[in-house]
């Protein structure tokens, strides 16, 4: 009987999970005593922060806060002029020039454009032009705090008493930083915001176009699915503890009768197998979550 137990306890052995993604880390996960891995390094440049530490993908996700597209910002002519620039034609000259070279336009977002109205007044107000703002809120920042989630982002600012739209949108075109961002294919989406206002005791116009790619582009991994790893994990390291104590007990042989010995063998057993059972099923849902890791990033890296 005790030869038949041991050969049954070699059998009831645990599942060593090891899974290593492409030099990319997500997170670790402690699966019966062993290690599973998903990693998320070296992320692309203009990838920016998009999960914070207390949403719902708190621990699943890797932070990284790295540079946005900003051309320097364009100064064009400030004396008086009948200037006419509104955000319709701001974005239908911006497309134009889209169209031109071959690309798919901009769609407009209303919160970018939230975003580049509050960028347009803010420069009013604290009387600045550049891209970051004397309070050190950069464009990203700027997004963010508008509710959109986004992949990369990019910024062009222009102030000048320009004559209208399509002057406008040309000279940006004139200048190569604010040309590639017009013309990056990385882009989805455009906010716009133009405004005349008082400028160091001038009245001038400025204007401000947000670049966005949302977050919504690339499947991001179900959370739900982190959560019942989780859960699946906790309860392997309860099984664990309970099998572990059933075996010395089993070892102890401290038992009234041989049928009492031969329940508690059933016992253990029985919990091995739920054991590997729960496990095999948790291998299963880690699968899924790495597959869904592995898509994330191939995603990210084709958009920034």
Known sequence: MRALYRKLLEKSTYFAILLIMKNKLFAGILLGGFLLVAVMEGMPQRAVEWIKSDNQFAG????????????????????????????????????????????????????????????????????????????????????????????????????????????????????????????????????????????????????????????????????NLKIRIDGNRDRIARLEAELQTKKQQVDRNQYSSRQAYNEAVQEYNELANELNSLIESTKSLVNSYNNQVSSFNECLEKNV
Not at 103 to 121: G, H, I, S, Y
Not at 158 to 184: C, F, K, T
């Open 60 to 223: 699943l996700l890797s932070k990284v806060n790295l540079p946005e597209s900003l051309p320097g910002p364009l100064l064009g002519p400030l004396e008086a002029a009948l200037s006419d620039l509104t955000q319709e034609g701001v974005v239908v000259e911006t497309n134009k020039q889209r169209e031109q070279n071959g690309l798919v336009p901009l769609r407009t977002n209303e919160k970018l454009n939230l975003a580049a109205k509050a960028k347009l007044d803010d420069m009013f107000r604290q009387q600045y032009f550049e891209h970051e703002s004397p309070d050190g809120k950069t464009p990203a920042d700027v997004i963010k705090a508008a509710g959109y989630d986004f992949l990369v982002v990019g910024e062009n600012l222009a102030l000048g008493n320009y004559r209208n739209d399509e002057i406008l949108v040309q000279a940006w075109m004139d200048s190569p930083g604010h040309r590639a961002n017009i013309l990056d294919i990385k882009f989805n989406e455009i906010g716009v915001a133009v405004g005349k206002g008082m400028f160091e005791g001038k009245e001038v116009w400025m204007a401000v176009q947000e670049f966005g790619s949302p977050l919504s582009n690339c499947p991001t991994p179900e959370p």
